[in-house]
């Protein structure tokens, strides 16, 4: 029997909006624990019973509904009727104690429609533009998991909301299964599919770069 557990199907959402000068992003911040603070996520959570419409917990259409329903109960807002485009997909490592099969989708909100975070699992909301995020990220400012991280970086080429959201859904779909390793410098290193050293669990291997380096610093995110 495998003591690997099985992951959570999951749901999240990247709203962006035109703000004066850049594209901004919707990131929550979770409740503190512990006395910490939370990080910070784009509105999402697990597939609950009454999101599976199609009886497959793990598709798509289901994370579609776990996805408008969460959003609506963190940030107060209503999005069924926002297009939303799916726009990669993270399955969390065996190796985690936690694991989550998350659908990422994508949508733009008007700028001027409130935010009200609901105060239990969310405890604050920030409209950030892409480089802001990844400076304060840089600064320690705010907390990031390695796909926010990653979605974001994918946002800063984009000057206009649905510019971005455009362009992300015609890219082809990467379900990411990150493979965590050491490099011979000692760091460590998430490779994703399309790097070169992904199916022999090589860093070392010679070629295409997908990876997110995780440095003293932070992370760094290197695709060619």
């Known amino acids: 029997m495998s003591d690997v557990p099985e992951p959570i199907p999951s749901a ?3 709203l962006l909006r035109d703000g004066a000068r850049d594209i901004e992003v919707l990131l929550l ?18 597939v609950e019973p009454h999101d599976i419409t199609d009886s497959d917990p793990y598709s798509e259409r289901s994370a579609r509904a776990a996805a408008i329903r969460e959003t609506h ?14 726009i990669s997909r993270w399955i969390t490592p065996p190796v985690a104690p936690r694991r989550f099969d998350t659908w990422f989708f994508i949508g733009t909100r008007p700028a001027d429609e409130p935010v009200q975070v609901d105060g239990d699992e969310m405890s604050d909301h920030r409209w ?6 990844l400076m304060a990220f840089g600064r320690k400012e705010l907390s990031l998991a390695p796909p926010t991280f990653v979605t974001v ?6 000057a206009r909301a649905d510019e971005a959201v455009a362009q ?35 860093p070392q291997a010679q070629g295409a770069r997908h990876r997110c380096h995780a440095l003293e610093h932070g992370f760094s995110y290197e695709r060619s």
């Open 73 to 86: 109960e963190e940030a107060g807002l209503r999005i069924e009727s926002a297009p939303l485009e799916t």
């Open 12 to 14: 999240t959402v990247v």
């Open 29 to 46: 911040q979770r409740s503190p624990r512990k006395g910490k603070p939370g990080p910070w996520v784009f509105p999402g959570g697990r």
């Open 153 to 158: 970086t994918w946002l800063e080429e984009f």
């Open 128 to 133: 950030l533009s892409p480089t802001e995020i």
């Open 168 to 202: 992300l859904a015609a890219r082809e779909l990467v379900t990411f299964r990150p493979l965590i390793l050491r490099t011979n410098e000692g760091s460590m290193v998430m490779l994703y599919p399309g790097d070169a050293g992904y199916e022999a669990a090589d």
